[in-house]
């Protein structure tokens, strides 16, 4: 886990108000997060949905920056 940090950290600017390693550590967070619940759901459609809103999410957020 580290070590992906470190290579998402070199890769995301800071702002706001996070640091690079926070904004690593807030997209990692997600992107597992989203997996594990998409996991555990029984509806291959709502499991599908959350997968496409966590992508989706992190993808404008890091646009942003």
């Known amino acids: 886990i580290r070590l992906c940090l470190e290579e998402m ?4 600017p ?3 108000g996070l640091d ?3 904004r ?3 997209a990692m967070s997600l ?4 997996i594990l619940l998409a996991r555990a759901v029984r509806d291959p459609e709502l499991s599908d949905r959350i997968l496409r809103a966590c992508r989706q ?9």
């Open 20 to 22: 690079p390693e926070g």
């Open 24 to 26: 690593s550590l807030a």
């Open 9 to 12: 950290s070199s890769r995301i």
């Open 14 to 16: 800071g702002d706001g």
């Open 31 to 34: 992107m597992i997060g989203g």
């Open 57 to 65: 999410f992190t993808v404008r957020s890091e646009e942003k920056s």
